[in-house]
């Protein structure tokens, strides 16, 4: 394959699982860097690297240069519809053929959450560029249970604000498998779809840790909090102000059923069915297994 492909979000949770995806696939792989730290990282893996901001548009272009897919992420924040803008003019200007953007579940203009309705007008400006496009919308990403990892290894439980709701969270490792398919099967044939990435069934949290527990066998279980517990743990931890909110907004929604529901779509597109909870948990058990004597 003698394509380039430009990687936004390098560094992030499914890029970075993506990289790993298209491993042998033949894309030359670029990755846009807001840190110049990271670069030597993916280096080694054998990636192309670009000092660049979404902030800033006057830093695109060379990243951009030459390039004829792009795999769009944003950082979530209020600022998210201009990093989008920013990109996709860069990708307009370097003559980009496709973007493949990683959007956000039930993104829409009555989305009950900031990220969701931000999303939905990023989603349309893409599907309006002019440029080929597929979007994909995931469900709740299963590697958020390792925000958890200390309190399940310590102490046996993990606290969230989504009451009883029932999620059909999925591996962001399928994300990527899904999007490195979308990406290698070539400039057609995924051109003006959206696929929403689940995993195999809906689940709720108690349930979850009952999973954990027979996999790690330790007693495990999860405690509903309230949202003003929760945000005041997530501001303790330098999570700002902004993201919290957001968070608060999603998990509200999942409290009353907004997230109960599955797709087929990673198994229709890669031919593999999603990685279950159970899955998840043997893959990172060392993150969520006590070092040492758990707390009484």
């Not at 390098?10 to 110049?36: E, K, N, Q, Y």
């Not at 597109?269 to 040492?292: C, E, L, N, Y």
Request: net charge negative; glycine share 8%; hydrophobic share 40%.
């Amino acid at each position: 394959m003698n394509r380039t492909l430009l990687i936004t979000g390098a560094t992030g949770t499914v890029s970075g699982a993506l990289i790993d995806a298209l491993d042998d696939s033949g894309f030359r792989l670029r990755a846009l860097l807001r840190d110049p730290s990271k670069a030597e990282t993916l280096r080694a893996r054998g990636v192309e690297t670009f000092i660049g901001d979404l902030d800033d548009p006057r830093s695109l272009p060379p990243a951009f240069e030459g390039v004829h897919d792009l795999w769009m992420l944003t950082p979530n924040g209020p600022r998210a519809c201009e990093n989008n803008m920013n990109a996709i003019w860069a990708a307009r200007q370097a003559n980009i053929e496709r973007v493949v953007r990683l959007s956000a579940v039930h993104a829409a203009h009555d989305a009950p959450t900031r990220s969701g309705r931000l999303h939905a007008l990023s989603d349309h400006e893409v599907e309006r560029s002019g440029l080929g496009w597929t979007i994909l919308r995931p469900h709740w990403f299963m590697q958020n249970l390792l925000n958890e990892a200390d309190d399940i290894a310590t102490e046996g439980t993990f606290r969230l604000n989504t009451a009883d709701g029932r999620l059909g969270m999925v591996d962001a490792r399928d994300i990527a498998e899904l999007a490195a398919k979308v990406l290698t099967d070539g400039p057609n044939l995924h051109h003006a779809r959206i696929y929403t990435p689940t995993g195999p069934r809906s689940i709720g949290f108690a349930e979850v840790a009952e999973q954990f527990e027979r996999v790690l066998g330790t007693p495990i279980r999860y405690v509903p909090t309230t949202d003003d517990e929760r945000e005041a743990r997530l501001l303790g931890f330098g999570v700002p102000a902004w993201i919290v909110g957001m968070l608060t907004e999603y998990a509200q929604a999942y409290a009353c059923g907004w997230g109960d529901f599955t797709t087929t779509d990673v198994e229709d597109v890669t031919g593999r069915r999603p990685r279950s909870v159970a899955d998840f948990a043997r893959d990172h058990a060392d993150a969520f297994t006590a070092k040492g004597p758990r707390a009484a």
